[in-house]
């Protein structure tokens, strides 16, 4: 085990690892004068930033998001409290959707029929529920985020020559200079994924809160691996690239807990338009081909660029499966005439167990299961990139 370690640490400073051929990290050091080039040391800036921008957020949702949820009359909603119980509370606590034997055990222990206790279970999970406010303030402070890297993004290398060349990519590198727009928008996003590492356990849990948390982490170390390499000209596009599909589904799901339906449409039609585009047409056409070819062309291989191209390959699956889902809630909605559920919807991980703790409910009751209303797609990803 020590040894491995060893190894794997030794990848932090191994310069064949990272850099091609007759490249040092001296060789980087030592640039001409009024020329920086990236380095990892740049990006310690990110975590307290990313603190930063956490408390800004929560300043967001309650000086601006939820304001906004007040004039769309997106109430919070009075939830029914549950009748006080020190058991069954301790309980919940360990396993919020009790089997039949365990209500069995219950009802013996306090002397409650099943169709009670069910009730109880029922109404104290919908407490934890979040509400369609505190979904809107997520919402709103991920389409600004979003919405305004974007812009920024666009309007710095909209006449940079690499955005339409990408064989620009790679002239010369890894000496290429490092302008300040890359760099602020490199520590933006890193940051904000910082702050979504802290969050995730603040925000509405999700059926796929584990693969969210590895997908957050992998775009962490993706981020400061790319800018220490001095990929900022291919990480930028890639990022961009991801950013803009994100603000349709954000959009689309704002629209929907505003319960503007027509709008939430058309808002999920665009961003099916968009993500097909950007992430099934322009990702692996245009930015993997220049990673994969046109590097191999003007640079050669090294071991860290088969590790990044490899990388690239996997999230080029993961957008593939992704489409497949919205193409599934598309033909739902074709039948539903609206937007539907999505496969991986943003209520707590607990759902789909209550539904079919509901079914079982009418097996010694005849009250009727709660019926939900659709809901729509959430994050399909959140930018995920190189």
């Known amino acids: 085990n020590h040894e491995r370690w060893a190894g794997l640490l030794s990848l932090t400073g191994n310069e064949r690892f990272w850099l091609p051929e007759n490249v040092t990290w001296a060789d980087l050091e030592r640039s001409p004068p009024g ?90 999970r919908e407490q934890d529920r979040p509400t369609t406010e505190t979904k809107f303030c997520e919402s709103l402070w991920r389409f600004t985020f979003y919405s305004g890297i974007f812009i920024y ?15 620009q990519c790679w002239y010369n590198y890894p000496f290429q200079p490092m302008i300040q727009c890359q760099y602020n928008y490199y520590v933006a996003e890193l940051a904000f994924y910082w702050s979504l590492m802290f969050s995730q356990f603040t925000d509405i849990q999700r059926k796929d809160f584990l693969i969210m948390f590895i997908h957050h982490l992998a775009t962490i170390l993706l981020i400061t691996f790319s800018y220490a390499n ?59 081909r220049s990673v994969l070819f046109e590097s191999w062309e003007i640079i050669g291989p090294y071991q860290a660029w088969w590790v990044l191209n490899g990388l690239l390959l996997v999230l080029q699956v993961l957008h593939v499966f992704w489409f497949y ?62």
């Open 35 to 124: 020329v920086d080039y990236p380095h990892a040391r740049h990006l310690a800036c990110a975590l307290p930033l990313a603190v930063v921008v956490f408390l800004f957020r929560l300043l967001f949702e309650r000086l601006v998001a939820k304001p906004c949820a007040n004039i769309l009359h997106i109430q919070t909603g009075v939830r029914r409290q549950v009748q006080p119980n020190a058991l069954l509370e301790k309980f919940y606590q360990s396993k919020t959707i009790p089997d039949h034997k365990h209500l069995e055990g219950l009802s013996k222990q306090l002397d409650w029929d099943l169709r009670k206790l069910q009730r109880w279970f029922r109404v104290r």
């Open 153 to 167: 993004a666009v309007y710095n290398m909209w006449h940079s020559p690499w955005i339409w060349d990408t064989r």
């Open 230 to 288: 001095n990929m900022l000209r291919a990480g930028a596009l890639v990022m961009c690239v991801h950013d803009a599909s994100d603000i349709f589904l954000e959009a689309a799901k704002l629209a929907n807990y505003a319960k503007y339906q027509r709008l939430c449409d058309a808002q999920f039609v665009v961003f099916t338009l968009v993500f097909f585009i950007t992430r099934l047409i322009i990702f692996p056409f245009w930015i993997i």
């Open 325 to 386: 889902l919205i193409i599934c809630i598309a033909i739902k909605s074709i039948f539903k005439g609206k937007v539907s559920k999505d496969d991986r919807s943003d209520i707590e991980s607990s759902s789909d167990e209550e539904i079919n703790s509901n079914m079982e409910e009418t097996h010694f009751s005849t009250e009727k299961p709660v019926q939900r209303k659709p809901l729509l797609l959430t994050h399909i990803s959140p930018s995920f990139w190189i």
